[in-house]
């Protein structure tokens, strides 16, 4: 852990954030008995219990919220300054906090996160998969990925990746035992297979070509909430899933996967890294940004 002088109220802040006396620890890298002592000692001063605790995890007070409001923006501006007096800009240093969506990894880590982290290796990556997309200056992240469309207007946005596109892709298995769907309306009669939103709806695919839209609106035979068990059970010969090019590329040339409907597809935009711009910029994310834009421009 990189120390401001002023620890108690980092460690306080941590297990606001993560929800638990254990995954604090670990953030932090010290010992539980420490978080423990940390918070107790800190509820003792102030006289008022910043946490209600179970067995399980811990939640703020409506005390302990109000406190955190006030105190994280300052302990955010201590933590920068600490770790900028400590980096050259040749050398940054520090921990990088990013929420990106699951299953992204295939689209941007091998090509920039892990360059980047062997470039700078007194840099560390806390990267936190979520599906639903957060604060993250609420949550005490310093930056977030998500698709362009999806970066809320007061933020700054890098493009990570070029624009990505999902296709429709079935196994070989499961074509020799149904009629080819040679239109988007034949996919009506086939076996689905879907993804599940954070909401708890179905993904209807809304496929494009050209100027002509369809928005699939038959009940699948799978529904799940992640890419790795939708590409399994496309594999699998279950049946017809619609899931990003880049991740099923290798399966469509090794011919375990069918290209269907080749003129449709859904666009779905860039991946973008985004972080606000109303403050000073960390030096781990201000070098990661300097690095995606060093190599777009390569």
Not at 44 to 51: C, N, P, Y
Not at 280 to 289: F, K, S, Y
């Amino acid at each position: 852990m990189s120390r401001t002088g002023i620890t108690e109220l980092e460690i306080v802040l941590s297990v606001a954030r993560r929800g638990t006396f254990k995954a604090a620890a670990s953030e932090l890298e010290i010992s539980p008995s420490a978080v423990t002592n940390a918070v107790a000692g800190l509820e003792r001063r102030l006289g008022v219990r910043l946490f209600n605790r179970t067995t399980r995890s811990v939640a703020l007070t409506e005390d302990g919220r109000r406190y955190m409001e006030r105190i994280g923006p300052a302990l955010e501006m201590i933590r920068i300054a600490a770790e900028e007096i400590g980096s050259k800009a040749s050398d940054p240093a520090g921990v990088l906090r990013l929420n990106v969506p699951p299953d992204s990894g295939s689209l941007w880590y091998d090509d920039i996160l892990l360059p980047f982290l062997q470039r700078y290796p007194r840099i560390r990556a806390d990267i936190y998969s979520q599906k639903e997309q957060v604060d993250i200056v609420a949550e005490g992240f310093d930056a977030g990925v998500r698709l362009a469309e999806d970066v809320p207007g007061d933020m700054i946005a890098v493009k990570l990746t070029q624009a990505l596109r999902m296709i429709v892709v079935a196994a070989p298995d499961y074509l020799a035992q149904t009629p080819l769907p040679l239109t988007p309306d034949a996919l009506m009669t086939h076996q689905l297979l879907c993804m599940r939103m954070s909401d708890g709806s179905v993904y209807r695919w809304e496929l494009i070509s050209r100027q002509h839209r369809y928005r699939l609106q038959g009940e699948p035979r799978l529904a799940v909430s992640d890419t790795a068990s939708l590409h399994n059970a496309a594999l699998a010969g279950l049946g017809i899933a619609c899931l990003a090019e880049r991740h099923v590329a290798e399966d469509v040339q090794a011919g375990r996967l069918i290209h269907l409907l080749p003129e449709w597809q859904v666009n779905l935009g860039a991946l973008c890294l985004y972080y606000p711009g109303h403050r000073l910029v960390p030096p781990a994310l201000r070098a990661l940004t300097e690095f995606v834009r060093r190599r777009d421009n390569a």
